[in-house]
């Protein structure tokens, strides 16, 4: 394998702690959200935002994946590499199911089209069910898997690249350890 330029080690170690935020603020938004639905019955409203404030920082994160994906990380990591075909995968289905559209009408936008009256709960509840996912809760619980699929090109890039390893992961799983509700 050919020697690394710094340009190309520098961009990596970039890279990777992009990911690193995007695979946080994964995490935190699934377990805040998965939180906030155990007090849905008493604080239905504050749920709602909590819920949304969740699935919202998500999906963005997902976008911004998909766009270091395509433009970066694909160029970077080596094709032989077993997390490849994996973040291709999650790159392909999050591209596919329409979460990248929803993620325009839930965070960056109102609705679909700026003349269109704003979501309510029920239209964020069918976008997410027309990306094939049955509940909120599936979403978030899915948003997990995709967060450690996240980690795993970030520990990839890491490593190919000679960069130093950190515990994030055992972070991750300690809290969630510690957590198991969530």
């Known amino acids: 394998m050919p020697r690394k330029t710094a340009d190309e080690r520098e961009q990596a170690e970039r890279v990777a702690a992009a990911l690193g935020t995007f695979t946080g603020l994964i995490f935190v938004a699934s377990v805040t959200g ?3 639905q155990k007090w849905a019955a008493e604080f ?3 749920t709602s935002f909590g819920v949304r404030l969740s699935e919202g920082e998500i999906l963005l994160s997902l976008r911004k994946f998909e766009d270091l994906w395509n433009n970066q990380i694909s160029i970077l990591l080596d094709r032989k590499h077993g997390v490849y075909e994996q ?3 999650l790159v392909a289905r999050f591209r596919h199911s329409g979460q990248r559209d929803i993620a325009n009408q839930l965070v960056a936008h109102y609705a679909e089209n700026k003349e269109d009256p704003p979501l ?3 239209d964020v509840s069918v976008l997410i069910q027309g990306a ?3 509940t909120t809760h599936d979403f978030l619980k899915w948003s997990c898997e995709a967060m450690w699929a996240l980690n795993d090109v970030r520990e990839a890039l890491l490593a190919q690249y000679g960069l130093p390893p950190d515990d994030m992961k055992s ?3 300690s809290f969630l350890e510690r957590f198991p509700q969530t």
Do not use: N, Q, T
């Open 44 to 46: 239905p409203v504050i």
């Open 120 to 122: 309510s709960d029920r």
């Open 132 to 134: 094939g996912l049955k």
């Open 171 to 173: 972070l991750m799983k």
């Open 87 to 89: 973040a291709e995968a």
């Open 34 to 36: 998965l939180m906030w």
